[in-house]
Each structure stands twice: as C-alpha cells, then as structure tokens.
C-alpha cells in the first residue's frame, strides 16, 4: 500500500533553507528540484530509500543524496519503506531549465580539436575520473549547502551549448568561476581527495568525494595543493586558481556530480552566485 501526501509547494524552482534548519517530517528533501538539482534526503534512521527503484545510500543518520539531470524531463520517484506505517511516495517532476549559447573563442587549436597522439591520454583521464566518481562512500560532507570555493565572477554557467572557435561542443556542465592566478581555491565542504593529478583537458585537477556519490572537482588550477586519499574540512585550502589545460585565462571550472550525473554547483550553494572578489 503506498500512502501518498504532498511533500512541497509545487512551483517552488528552488528551495535552499538554512543550514542550521532540522528536517521536519520521517522524510524530507530539500536543495534544488530544478534540472542539475542535488536533492539532499533524509529519513528516520534505519529506513530503506529507493529512488526509481533503485537503493540508494542512507547514512546512518538517515542522511541520502541524488540528482536531477542537465535535460531529465521524467518525475522521479521517492520511495520509503517504514515498519510502522504505510510506504511514503513522492514523485517530483524536474522543474525544466532554458539554457544559454555561449561561444569562446581564442582557445589554442590543439585543446578544441586534440592531436591524435593525446587521445589515448585522455581516454585514461576519462577512466580515471569515471571510476573515481563512481565511489559510494560513507562520508556525509554532501548534507549540508556547499561554500563557494572562492570570490570572483561566475563567467560561465551550467548547461550553456559551448561553441569553442566556431565548433559546437557538449554543453557545459559545470561553473567557471574568473579570478586572478593563485586565488586559494577551498574545500565547499568535507570530503576526501580522491584525485589530484595533472590532466590535459583539465589541466591542474583536483576531485573531492563529499560522501554518497557526491563529488566535487576543480579544473585549471596553478597549484594543487592535497593528495589523494587525504581528509579535507571545508574551508580548507585545496590548491590556486590557474589557467592550466583547456582555458583562455585564469578561472577554475567548479564540477558538481552525483555519481556520472553532472549537476550545477550553483544551485548547490546557499547563493547562485559566488561573493564579489
Ligand atoms: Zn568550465
């Protein structure tokens, strides 16, 4: 038997409450409902969650995650089974994003079109980063809003069609954050390191494991400053804003996912944008 109730006002795109504010209910949700939304659960401790049928990772807090994808336009379905009471459903439907064409020229050639002999380099990049995103692990960094991992002026946003030197390119699934070479890049929230290394795309690259499939990563960086497998507090310096890889000038891509799933940061954070340098 599946007990159904109203879960949130409809129509809210988005909804962020303050961090210090508790879960009401046996099973809440908050973060954002929009496409590239991390949705962030929680549950009375010890219940089972599926979303679309699938389980997901409840913490022993009764903490969970998952996202909303770039283009998912299908309701996705919440399902909770408590002892005591009837299963709780809710669906919610992806509230639909209109996304911006952005076109970047003055790139170096060989970023936009790389030469063949880097093609095997970038495939074990690829794998690398696959596989280290595809890690459940049991750190709850994910639970709480993330900081901004520094000041400076969002010059690129989630979901823009890319037109790099005239070719139209994958939209961007990320933010780009400007600001000068050698800004201290910090932890959004804890996690641990999980890849810290130097890669042809991304140039300097950091990706941190907050916990449930959530990770986040940082592109382009002058500097890296932690290692792999090393703690790391929010707040903490991570490495330095560069230009490194594919990039026209010194800003740091910020990566949002929920395993393979690329969502926008900027709807992860307690404001859209980040704070004025
Ligand atoms: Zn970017």
Same mark, same amino acid.
């Given at each position: ?7 949130? *006002?409809?129509?809210? *795109? ?163 954050? *400007? ?99």
């Amino acid at each position: 038997m599946i007990g159904r109730r109203a879960l949130l *006002a409809t129509g809210a *795109a988005l909804v962020l409450l303050p961090r210090a504010r508790a879960f009401a209910s046996r099973l809440s949700l908050r973060g954002s409902f929009e496409q590239g939304g991390l949705v962030v659960g929680k549950v009375e401790p010890g219940v089972p969650v599926l979303v679309d049928d699938k389980s997901v990772h409840v913490s022993p807090e009764g903490l969970f995650a998952f996202g909303l994808s770039y283009d998912g336009e299908t309701p996705v379905r919440v399902h909770a089974a408590f002892k005591d009471a009837p299963d709780y459903e809710d669906v919610i439907q992806p509230v639909k994003r209109q996304y911006d064409i952005q076109s970047i020229t003055g790139l170096p050639q060989e970023y936009v079109e790389p030469p063949p002999e880097t093609l095997e380099r970038m495939k074990q990049e690829r794998e690398a980063i696959f596989a280290a995103r595809q890690a459940d692990t049991d750190g709850i960094g994910f639970a709480e809003p993330l900081d901004w991992p520094f000041a400076g002026r969002l010059s690129g946003i989630y979901g823009s069609q890319r037109i790099l030197n005239g070719n139209p390119k994958a939209p961007h699934l990320g933010v780009d954050i *400007a600001a000068p070479e050698g800004t201290p890049i910090r932890a959004p929230a804890d996690g641990i390191v999980s890849i810290a290394d130097d890669y042809y795309l991304e140039g300097g690259f950091t990706l941190l494991d907050h916990g449930h499939g959530v990770s986040t990563c940082y592109l382009h960086q002058s500097v890296r400053l932690v290692t792999v497998g090393q703690p790391v507090k929010r707040g903490d310096v991570i490495g330095h804003v560069g230009k490194t890889g594919r990039a026209t000038g010194p800003h740091c891509h910020w990566g949002l996912c929920w395993f393979q799933m690329k969502l926008d940061p900027s709807r992860a954070t307690s404001t859209p944008e980040p704070p004025k340098a």
